[in-house]
Nanobody, 124 residues
């Protein structure tokens, strides 16, 4: 198993930035492709971005392209999400997730391990 702990959430004004971190422990971090998902109040959890095990391949949902950047440091067992130009519609609980699947996926059911989430609130 791998344990995931997110941090870095908070309250920010529209147009501002936040950097989320997800620290992994347990199994070898580099064995897992990673993703960020989010869930806004009253809505289903949605895919945000994913990154390959090496970090070379990334993919973003359209609504965050050009504003969010996913990265990872396998030596530090840490996943990051840099969020710039934040909008009120980005308000949600953000979750990191790990998958052993080789083919990168956007489906939450394909991810095996999840963190507890961190709240991001963007005020207008």
């Amino acid at each position: 198993q791998v344990q995931l702990v997110e941090s870095g959430g908070g309250l920010v004004q529209a147009g501002g930035s936040l950097r989320l971190s997800c620290t992994a422990s347990g199994r070898t971090f580099s064995n897992y492709a990673m993703g960020w998902f989010r869930q806004a109040p009253g809505k289903e959890r949605e895919f945000v971005t994913r990154i390959s095990r090496s970090g070379y391949n990334t993919y973003y949902t359209d609504s965050v392209k050009g504003r969010f950047t996913i990265s990872r440091d396998n030596a530090k067992n840490t996943l990051y999400l840099q969020m710039n130009s934040l909008k009120p519609e980005d308000t949600a609980v953000y979750y990191c997730a790990a998958t052993t699947r080789v083919i990168m996926t956007t489906k939450s059911e394909d991810y095996d391990y999840w963190g507890q989430g961190t709240q991001v609130t963007v005020s207008s």
